[in-house]
C-alpha cells in the first residue's frame, strides 16, 4: 500500500549492516535538500509568478504532521487578504477552530453551496471531499481517494478544472501521495504549485510524491512558506 511504504521510506530510517551504505544514502538525501530545492526558489524570487497570471485563490493541503505547518501559514495572512483559501487536513477534527481563534482572517467549515469570497479560509469537513463549482463549494461523498476522504487531490483538480492559473497549491507534510496529482493538474492550468521541503517536513511522503511527479514550482522550507505567498500575490497586477 502506498501509505505504509510512504512512511516507512520517509519517517524510519532503513537498516543496513553497512556504515558506508548508510552514510551514501544520507549523502544523496542533503544533495537533494540543499542544492535542486534552493536553485528553483531563486529562479522563482526573480520572475515572481508567471506571465499573465493573477493569483486569486490560495490552496493548502496536509496530513501528518500538518497543523501546525498550516496554522503558521494561515496565522501570517494579513487581515484584508483579498484571496479565498481552501483548506484540507486529514483528519481534522476542530482544526477549523483552532484555525479561526489563532489567526487574521475567518475560518470555518466549509457547507455545501457556501459562495467563496476573498478573506475567508474553507477547511474541508471530516469524510467530505470538497470541490468547487460555478463559485461555489460542493461536498460530495464519493469513495476515499488515496484512501482519504476529504483528499486533496479531489480539492486540487477541482480548482485546477475551474480556476487554472489564478490558483496558487501548496502541499505540506503527510504520508503517502494524496495532493501530487492534484498539484501536477494545477501547475499544467498555468497556477503556482509550491511544496514543503524535506528538512522542515514531519513526514516528507507527499511532497515528496509530488517533486518526483515534476508537479512543483518551488520547494521551500516551511518558514519561508508565508512570505513566498506573501510575493506572489502582492506581485499580482
Not at 57 to 83: C, E
Not at 197 to 206: H, I, L, P, R, T
Not at 226 to 235: E, G, H, K, N, V
Request: a positive charge.
Amino acid at each position: 500500500m502506498a501509505k505504509p511504504e510512504g512512511f516507512t521510506t520517509d519517517t524510519i530510517s532503513p537498516c543496513f549492516t553497512s556504515d558506508i551504505i548508510e552514510k551514501v544514502r544520507m549523502l544523496a538525501r542533503i544533495k537533494v535538500i540543499r542544492r535542486r530545492p534552493p536553485t528553483r526558489r531563486r529562479a522563482m524570487v526573480a520572475s515572481e509568478s508567471k506571465p499573465g497570471e493573477t493569483h486569486r485563490i490560495l490552496a493548502i493541503g496536509a496530513s501528518t504532521g500538518g497543523p501546525q505547518a498550516v496554522m503558521k501559514i494561515v496565522r501570517s495572512l494579513p487581515a484584508g487578504f483579498d484571496a479565498s483559501i481552501f483548506i484540507v487536513q486529514h483528519i481534522a477534527s476542530g482544526f477549523a477552530q483552532w484555525l479561526n481563534r489563532e489567526s487574521n482572517i475567518p475560518v470555518r467549515l466549509a457547507k455545501d453551496g457556501d459562495v467563496f469570497l476573498p478573506g475567508t479560509a474553507l477547511v474541508a469537513p471530516s469524510n467530505y471531499h470538497m470541490t468547487v463549482s460555478d463559485g461555489k463549494i460542493k461536498l460530495i461523498k464519493d469513495q476515499p481517494v488515496n484512501s482519504c476522504r476529504p483528499s486533496i487531490d479531489v480539492l486540487f483538480k477541482s480548482l485546477a478544472l475551474e480556476h487554472g492559473g489564478a490558483v496558487v497549491g501548496v502541499l505540506l507534510s503527510g504520508m503517502g501521495k494524496d495532493g501530487a496529482e492534484g498539484l501536477t493538474q494545477i501547475r499544467k492550468q498555468g497556477g503556482m504549485t509550491i511544496a514543503q521541503d524535506e528538512k522542515s517536513c514531519a513526514v516528507f511522503g507527499m511532497p515528496k510524491a509530488a517533486i518526483a511527479m515534476d508537479a512543483v514550482d518551488m520547494i521551500v522550507p516551511l518558514g519561508d512558506i508565508p512570505q513566498t505567498i506573501s510575493r506572489l500575490f502582492d506581485a499580482r497586477s
